[in-house]
């Protein structure tokens, strides 16, 4: 083997088989770690200063829109959120406390933004807010004047995009009047709601989302553009959880149910403006003592219709509108409405119906409203129609125009009350009674053998207009109310004679709103399905007259011992002036004579009976002369 020179160039060895090779860029992927690290400082600044210039922005606005507001502490969160903590904006009146404090406002910025050194908000977070409306809401409607008073900065009036504004925990509270001269809060809330801007130009537009605790949910958008639109639809408001203050305002407590809205606006203005309006309540139960012991329900009702409004009179009404009850919504009335508060607040309603089918009324009421199984079966349909107007705090004022069309309701000619029937009368004091209305009893008396002054004397001072009315005598009821109200209800009754056989054939004493449905639903009843004649005789004969006294037959006998068919002209008509409170004036027979108060209004009746020439001029004159004999024993 040839000597090598080791002086001489050797080549170099290659790489061993096993010897591990070097990762090739890690020089590049150290400098891209010096790079990023820079980068990442460079943003920081970058960040930091864009959220100081934030800052200082969003502080600076606030100062110009409210010069008056109180902010608290100002920094970043761990979420690099600009937060505010505590901001209060004082009311306009001294002594009042702050219209609006928020605990904690968040700022998260629009990142892509902020680095391209243009600060804005991303979304706005307002924690924890509380709207004082102070007196009967005077505060909140000063505040938008308020706001719109501060000049705007510039970019408050682009229109680029808005922040997403989130609100949480909001109450808002109102001073309402209460009970004598005080006034008391009434609190909304608390709620959560989000509202954002979407759209450019004419197709601008707010758009807000609203739920509360207990139930409810509202959405609202609202065209930004004028003229300004509105949108709104709220649904499944628990009526059992509206605010206390609100609830004692209304005439019943509700205990179930669910309220929900829609409203449809074009042309939106503050001053005026109309909008399409629809409320539903269903399946509500209400309570309270006017209904009676057990509440009532489930009811289910809806209005539609066009509400108007006119800020510089006070003035809102109701057009085209349509009350629809019960599920089906086949029940349906007319509706126009309209409320003033002027100098003096005035309201005006007009109920109207037209072919109302009876069986869709029915089945549209609460079973406790309907008139039961033991009334007379009713076919076909109503109309009619009521208005009601005048001063809102003088019932004394209000005008009433009625009237009722039965002639397309039809009753069973089978009905029971077309034949003898037996009768349990409500007895006060004493054992259960039943009498049979019919010849069989022999204390009963046609309508045809009773003397015409009995008849004429009991349908004059019960009900003058007997004859002619469908069981509702409505100028009856417009001079009840020009008598003013006493103690919430009217000074003296206006019940029919249908209206008070009504209430003696199917119902109980107690004096309820729900009684007084029921009674106006039988009174319909037995006017479509039984002659009036026949409704005037068993009236006559089922009627009290005193304590355990029920029907003519009974009175005659008991007062006078007499038959009712020699009844003279003032027994006729002393027996009518006692029917009002028979158990209470049945003193004039205990003590044996008449007052002079009380034989001054039989002898006005006696007169109003020669006026319409039931009785004669000799007639009135024994009348007048003749003492009232009383049987005795």
Do not use: C
């Not at 100062?63 to 004082?90: K, M």
């Not at 005789?537 to 006294?549: L, M, R």
């Amino acid at each position: 083997m040839p000597a090598t020179d080791p002086a001489s160039p050797q080549p170099s060895p290659g790489p061993a088989p096993d010897a591990p090779r070097r990762a090739p860029g890690r020089r590049h992927l150290r400098a891209a770690v010096a790079l990023a690290a820079l980068a990442a400082l460079a943003l920081a600044g970058a960040v930091r200063a864009g959220e100081d210039r934030l800052e200082r922005e969003v502080v600076a606005r606030l100062r110009a829109r409210l010069p008056d507001a109180r902010l608290g502490q100002v920094g970043i969160d761990w979420r690099l959120r600009l937060v505010i903590r505590g901001l209060s904006l004082p009311a306009s009146a001294p002594g009042r406390p702050p219209v609006l404090v928020v605990d904690r406002v968040a700022i998260r910025p629009a990142w892509a933004r902020l680095l391209a050194g243009h600060p804005e908000p991303a979304s706005i977070l307002l924690d924890g807010v509380a709207l004082e409306g102070g007196p009967r809401g005077e505060e909140l409607a000063r505040l938008p004047e308020r706001l719109r008073s501060r000049a705007r900065a510039p970019a408050e009036r682009s229109e680029g995009r808005l922040p997403l504004l989130r609100v949480r925990q909001a109450r808002v509270r109102l001073l309402l009047p209460g009970e004598g001269t005080g006034l008391e809060q009434l609190e909304l809330g608390p709620l959560d709601a989000t509202v954002r801007v979407q759209g450019a130009g004419a197709a601008r537009t707010a758009v807000a989302r609203a739920s509360w605790s207990g139930g409810g949910l509202a959405d609202a958008e609202v065209g930004l553009a004028s003229p300004r639109t509105l949108r709104l639809h709220v649904a499944g408001v628990a009526l059992s959880q509206l605010p206390a203050p609100l609830a004692r305002r209304l005439p019943v407590e509700p205990r179930g149910g669910f309220l929900s809205l829609e409203l449809r606006a074009d042309g939106l203005q503050a001053e005026h403006g109309q909008a399409r309006l629809s409320v539903h309540v269903r399946q509500a139960l209400l309570a309270g003592a006017a209904l009676g012991p057990e509440p009532l329900g489930p009811l289910t009702a809806g209005l539609q219709g066009v509400v108007a409004w006119a800020s510089r009179d006070r003035a809102v009404l109701l057009r085209e509108g349509e009350l629809t009850l019960g599920d089906a919504g086949r029940a349906r009335i007319a509706v126009d409405a309209d409320l003033a508060l002027g100098t003096e607040p005035r309201f005006a309603v007009d109920l109207s119906a037209d072919r109302l089918p009876w069986d869709a009324l029915l089945a549209a009421l609460p079973p406790a409203l309907r008139p039961g199984d033991e009334a007379p079966r009713v076919t076909g349909a109503l109309s009619g129609h009521l208005a009601l107007a005048g001063p809102l705090r003088r019932a004394e004022a209000w005008k009433l125009d009625a009237a009722l069309d039965l002639s397309r309701l039809s009753g069973d000619p089978r009905s029971f009350l077309s034949r003898s029937f037996r009768y349990r009368p409500n007895v006060q004091d004493g054992p259960p009674r039943e009498l049979v209305i019919g010849p069989e009893n022999p204390r009963f008396v046609p309508l045809a053998a009773l003397p015409p002054h009995l008849v004429r004397a009991v349908t004059t001072s019960e009900d003058a207009a007997f004859w002619g009315h469908h069981g509702f005598d409505f100028d009856e009821l417009r001079n009840a109310f020009a008598e003013g109200v006493d103690a919430g209800r009217l000074v003296r009754g206006a019940s029919t004679i249908s209206q008070q056989l009504a209430k003696n054939l199917f119902l109980t004493p107690e004096r309820t709103l729900s009684r007084k449905a029921r009674e106006a639903l039988l009174t319909v009843a037995l006017e479509a399905s039984v002659p009036k004649a026949r409704l005037l005789e068993i009236y006559f004969n089922v009627v009290e007259w005193g304590p355990g006294v029920f029907g003519i037959g009974e009175a005659a006998r008991h007062y006078f011992d007499k038959d009712p068919r020699e009844l003279t002209p003032k027994e006729a008509a002393f027996l009518a002036s006692i029917i009002p409170n028979p158990v209470r004036y049945h003193m004039y027979y205990a003590r044996g004579a008449l007052t002079d108060a009380w034989e001054a209004r039989v002898r006005e009746l006696l007169l109003k009976l020669r006026a319409v020439d039931a009785i004669d001029d000799a007639q009135l004159q024994e009348a007048l002369d003749a003492p009232l004999a009383f049987a005795r024993g």
